[in-house]
């Protein structure tokens, strides 16, 4: 089967008008409590000025005088002080895989692309709602690292890298979560975008690192359709996209039921290992619609699936 | 395990073809960017050793298709089982037919064992291949002429359709015959056939194969080649009275090359034993072995002789058919005119018959009742109520009388023409003549003194009829004590007549005439008793009342046919038939005819019989009554020589054609075996090939 020439990615392939009519009504919100500097519409660790009441503290000096809940104090003979939710802004960090794994095109979108559009689209929606949004990826060796912000050029910026970097080298995702747990970061939302392509170990534990430090954990695949099916039947020379010179020569007949049940159980794997520790998996492939498969899974997020 | 074409062997080096084309495609392998090295290792890693072993399993199964192709084109044949299949042969069968190879010992025939080897061999022809099948029999034909082989099933049932025939044949015609159908391709020539000398007689004059005919001879050995056989049985008359005995006769011949002693011959009526005496002959000789027999019961009955078991049993019995009735009517016909002493015969019989009832005035009911007509008128109708009608040879002839005399022969009566001396010899030639009733002419009558030297004796060894052979013994009666004083010198006599007794100088005494229906005997002398001594000899009425019955047996059609021969009966009852089967021994009946006749109805079997045996004629009434009436068919017995050829000319018909003799269905595989054929595996290879092809494609779904 010959390569589908890739599709070049730009500005504009990146974030489409129709994309951002379709994610213009959407909203994301934090499952868990997060950490934010700015006011918002998330529910904060911290106690602090709020108008929803979340529970009464004796009264400690120190304790600014206006939060005395005189009624109470009165009724229990001594002060008592009430502690509200403080809602916060939502921080979320985009980490991209830019692996070159992720150049692997078969389907008129490589999946690179299709992480990016991803990528865009999360962006795009979470600064639609005022939350400051980050994101990290790994190019060449170096990591990419955007620091989380609210503002429209947000957008911009990350739209920018994306186009620029582009996939190419081998343990990006590994590298980046690296990168992020070698840095102090406040709890929030961390986006996982890759095909996954890779030996999982490394980038499982990455994750549970950011889970034990409290952030919230999304971990969305984009798959190959060719990847998927294996659909060849004759002799094929694969080229490996991550390690360049190496390549195999095979006769796909008797060994596409080998692949397709090892492709599954990888899958399997996968799912069974992001249910285990609560987080969130998403697997759209990349002739599919990021948009939709986007606003499905938020919808269904909100309704608490 | 042998090929046709050993050459196409080299074709199984195409095996490899699967293998080339397989790792040639891997250069035409296509090119992909792959990024999901990661599943494609693993999958590689964890399944190397199943991926391996699955490649060479499917590119074994693919080569082994290919070789089952090829080795199907190459024509195997196993050896073990060893026949011929060379291809583009054709192969020729010969298979004798005669009923000597009904020959062996126990219950294993010659033929068996051929027939055994015969079906052995084409079982193991292969579809397509091109035979044919030669049956030497009594009408040697081709049964399959250059077809082609559709099955083995097929096969053996044409082989088994094949039936002995009693008739014997000439190898050496039907070896003619076979090799000189397809000439000019290269042959292969079975003959099935025993060693027959008399078979083979003249197989050197046939011209010898070409180079391109192989012929095997499948001759089943036989140890013991001791054979008797019936060859005729008769009783003395084909009409017989009841309780009167009566000898049946059994002729044996001696066929081998050696003597045998005390064969024991049985004689059976309506399959009954009722005697038994050993034969010993030497050999090729014959010996005729008188049986008394008596019938107590009127109506058709089965005489049967029947020899002990030896190498031939086909041809140890025989049968003949004998009617028994309660009495025989006998009308003299005296002129009123002559009233001379001693004139009329009717005394003399009369005295016979009372005679034969015992003495007395039993006569009138006895078994043999004597009328005398004297009266000038004689209608038709006076005489057919009798069986037997004597012409006084005093008697005026008219040429009325003598075509009322025919038409009584005609309807099935038995006239009886004593010549004495008041015969008129111009006015019988005249009148008789005409009308076919003389069975020879006579010439003149010589009158000698009664009481002379001069006169004439019956022979006592001169009886063509068997039932006045008694008669030559002298138990009943020494008929050589009668002598006749006046007797008739007769001319030659016309074609079929026999000579019933002959004076002692052998002159014919009796000379019989028989019609269709319907006999004359003339007789050289008188029955009356005016110039001889007949009255005065007691002897003389058992040989009258022999002479009577076999008169009255000329009413009844023969009850001994030859092979061929048409059987023919009369039916007379009360009812009219309405059907009529004729069947030899235990064959499939098959439908005689009914011939409407003044007299009656004729039922007919003019085909005639195919075998030798006892066989009926069952006819059936238009009142659910039925009637059957036995005879015995009597073949020539042309094939019961089982004397093998002689050695040397064996070995010169095998230097002339060069052929391999063998004994049994394993010496011809063994034959066969040896001459490097083998039977045809195609089927088996093909069928392996799909087995091949069938698991190639599984494989093929295994990675669906």
């Known amino acids: 089967m010959a390569q589908v020439t890739e599709q070049k990615l730009t500005l504009e392939t990146a974030l489409p008008a129709e994309a951002r009519d379709a994610l213009r009504y959407l909203e994301i919100y934090a499952r868990k409590a997060v950490e934010g500097l700015l006011h918002g519409a998330h529910r904060s660790r911290r106690k602090g000025v709020s108008t929803e009441f979340d529970h009464h503290k004796q009264y400690m000096p120190g304790d600014p005088l206006k939060h005395v809940d005189w009624k109470v104090s009165a009724r229990h003979d001594r002060f008592y002080v009430k502690r509200y939710i403080e809602d916060t802004a939502l921080n979320v960090r985009l980490i991209v895989d830019s692996s070159a794994s992720q150049r692997q095109s078969t389907a008129g979108i490589s999946v690179w692309n299709q992480s990016a559009r991803m990528t865009a689209s999360l962006a795009y929606l979470v600064l639609l709602q005022r939350d400051s949004v980050g994101m990290v990826m790994t190019n060449s060796g170096q990591t990419v690292w955007l620091p989380s912000s609210s503002t429209q050029t947000q957008l911009v910026r990350i739209l920018q890298s994306l186009v620029t970097v582009g996939a190419s080298n081998a343990d990006s995702l590994e590298t980046s979560l690296r990168a992020i747990l070698d840095r102090k970061t406040r709890r929030g939302m961390m986006v996982v975008i890759s095909d996954l392509m890779f030996d999982p170990e490394g980038v499982r534990l990455g994750i549970r690192k950011l889970q034990a430090r409290g952030h919230e954990v999304l971990l969305f695949q984009v798959r190959d359709p060719a990847a998927e099916t294996f659909p060849y039947n004759r002799w094929m020379q694969f080229d490996s996209l991550e390690r360049p010179g190496v390549r195999w020569r095979l006769d796909t007949v008797p060994l596409k039921r080998f692949y397709l049940e090892e492709y599954r159980e990888f899958m399997e794997g996968w799912k069974a290992w992001a249910r285990k520790h609560d987080v969130h998996f998403l697997s759209i492939r990349s002739d599919e619609s990021a948009e939709t498969a986007l606003s499905e899974y938020l919808a269904r997020r909100a309704d608490g699936g | ?704």
């Open chain 2, 1 to 704: 395990m042998t090929f046709a074409y050993p050459g196409l062997l080299w074709g199984l080096l195409l095996g490899a073809i699967p293998i080339i084309v397989y790792y040639l495609m891997r250069f035409r392998s296509l090119r992909v960017y792959w990024g999901a090295d990661y599943i494609l290792e693993r999958a590689l890693a964890r399944r190397r050793k199943q991926l391996y072993w699955d490649l060479i399993v499917l590119l074994t199964l693919r080569a082994l298709v290919v070789m089952a192709l090829v080795t199907a084109f190459a024509r195997p044949q196993s050896r073990k089982a060893g026949l011929v299949t060379t291809d583009g042969v054709l192969r020729v069968v010969l298979v004798d037919g005669s009923y000597s190879l009904l020959a062996g010992e126990g219950r294993h025939s010659r033929r068996d064992v051929a027939m055994e080897a015969l079906r052995e061999l084409v079982s193991r022809w292969g579809r397509g291949v091109k035979w044919s099948l030669y049956a030497l029999d009594g009408h040697p034909r081709w049964v399959v002429d250059q077809g082609d082989v559709v099955n083995a099933e097929r096969s053996i049932a044409i082989v088994d359709s094949l039936k002995s025939e009693e008739a014997s044949v000439s190898l050496a015609a039907g070896l003619d015959t076979v090799l000189s159908h397809g000439t000019g391709m290269r042959r292969e020539i079975y003959i099935f056939s025993d060693d027959q000398a008399s078979a083979w007689a003249g197989a050197d004059k046939v011209k010898a194969a070409d180079a391109n005919t192989r012929i095997f001879w499948i001759n089943p050995a036989l140890a013991d080649r001791r054979n008797l056989a019936v060859t005729s049985v008769e009783a003395g008359h084909e009409r017989v009275l009841r309780g009167q005995n009566f000898t049946a006769y059994a002729q044996i011949r001696n066929f081998s090359q050696e003597a045998v002693r005390d064969a024991e011959l049985t004689f059976l009526v309506d399959n009954a034993r009722v005697g038994a005496k050993r034969v010993t002959l030497p050999p090729g000789q014959s010996v005729t072995v008188p049986m008394k027999v008596r019938l107590d019961t009127a109506g058709s009955h089965l005489i049967t002789a029947r020899l002990s078991d030896d190498a031939l049993a086909f041809d140890n019995a025989m049968s003949v058919g004998v009617e028994a009735v309660n009495s025989v009517s006998v009308l003299v016909l005296r002129d009123a005119a002559q009233t001379e002493k001693f004139v009329s015969s009717a005394p003399q019989l009369q005295l016979a018959a009372r005679v034969l009832a015992g003495g007395g005035a039993k006569e009138a009911s006895g078994p043999l009742r004597v009328t005398e007509h004297v009266n000038a008128a004689c209608p038709l109708g006076a005489l057919t109520a009798h069986d037997v009608v004597v012409l006084d040879g005093g008697r005026t002839l008219t040429p009325e009388l003598a075509k009322t005399l025919r038409s009584y022969v005609d309807q099935g009566g038995g006239l009886v023409l004593p010549v004495d001396d008041t015969v008129d010899l111009a006015v019988w030639k005249r009148l008789l003549a005409p009308v076919e009733l003389l069975p020879a002419p006579p010439l003149r009558v010589r009158n000698e003194r009664l009481d002379g030297e001069v006169c004439r004796r019956l022979s006592r060894s001169g009886f063509d009829l068997p039932g006045l052979r008694d008669l030559e013994t002298g138990t009943d009666g020494d008929v050589t004590q009668l002598r006749f004083y006046t007797w008739a010198e007769f001319g030659n006599p016309g074609p079929g007549v026999e000579a019933l007794a002959r004076f002692a100088d052998g002159t014919p005494f009796a000379l019989k005439r028989r019609f269709e229906r319907g006999s004359v005997v003339l007789l050289a002398a008188g029955l009356n008793s005016r110039n001889n001594n007949l009255m005065v000899r007691e002897s003389v009425y058992p040989f009258l009342v022999n002479l009577m019955v076999e008169a009255s047996s000329a009413e009844q059609y023969v009850r001994r046919v030859k092979l061929g021969e048409p059987v023919r009966f009369m039916a007379r009852g009360g009812t009219a038939p309405v059907a009529a089967q004729f069947a030899v021994e235990e064959d499939e009946p098959l439908p005689a005819s009914l011939v409407p006749q003044p007299q009656g109805t004729r039922v007919e079997f003019a085909a005639g019989a195919k075998r030798s045996g006892a066989a009926s004629l069952l006819v059936l009434g238009d009142n659910n009554t039925h009637e059957r009436v036995w005879l015995g068919v009597q073949g020539d017995r042309d094939d019961s020589d089982l004397s093998s050829v002689t050695t040397a000319y064996r070995e010169q018909l095998k230097e002339q054609f060069g052929w391999t003799e063998v004994g049994n269905a394993k010496e011809l595989m063994d034959a066969l075996e040896s001459d490097g054929r083998g039977t045809e595996r195609y089927a088996w290879v093909m069928f392996a090939m799909l087995v091949f092809a069938m698991g190639e494609i599984l494989m093929g779904l295994r990675f669906v």
